[in-house]
């Protein structure tokens, strides 16, 4: 529970306006909230607080690397990401959490916990599909990647059109000699 104690942002000793917050995150970070799927990770989040009278904007960014299987040929690779993320924080008689542009603190809350949307923002902000940046460009050399390819498809567009049913032949003279 240590390690979620620095994304407490006491809000209640700062004056109006914008407070600037910066955490240093890696893997130590995700196994708090059971999330395994890293290697290893060092990602920068930086959190905006802009203190107003009567409500808080936080503004979350991110930008690091993450090390990670690709999807393809399950060879580990750093896979930058970044994102962006806005939390209004308003106060009312209980805490409530349950819209995601938003929450209510209760008004005698004199700090406000990010580990939350920190987690949900980084993991979120990877994508799906995991592809070694080497295969895009063609430099990654590994035997996965070779069997890939020895066993894929070699059909090309022109094998296709000369073996078009001889019944579309007839359909598509049809359409030409309708002029």
């Known amino acids: 529970m240590d390690i979620l104690k620095e994304f407490l942002i006491p809000f209640s000793g700062l004056k109006l306006g914008k407070h600037q917050f910066e955490f240093q995150v890696n893997n130590t970070f995700f196994t708090h909230f059971g999330y395994d799927e890293f290697n290893d990770s060092n990602i920068k989040m930086n959190v905006v607080l802009e203190k107003k009278s009567n409500m808080l904007e936080l503004n979350f960014s991110h ?20 994102g962006k993320m806005k939390l209004i924080v308003r106060f009312g008689d209980e805490f409530n959490d349950d819209n995601d ?44 990647l070779q069997n890939l390819e020895k066993f894929s498809p070699k059909e ?20 030409t000699d309708k002029k």
């Open 63 to 82: 930008k690091g690397i993450i090390n990670v299987p690709c999807d393809l040929t399950n060879e580990d690779f750093d896979l930058p990401i970044k």
């Open 156 to 175: 090309t567009k022109a094998q296709e059109i000369k073996e078009i049913d001889p019944r579309w032949e007839g359909l598509k003279k049809l359409l």
């Open 101 to 144: 542009e938003f929450i209510i603190l209760p008004h005698d809350e004199f700090q406000v916990n990010v580990a939350q949307y920190c987690y949900e923002m980084m993991v979120l902000s990877v994508p799906t599909k995991r592809i070694h940046t080497g295969i895009k460009d063609g430099t990654l050399q590994s035997e996965a």
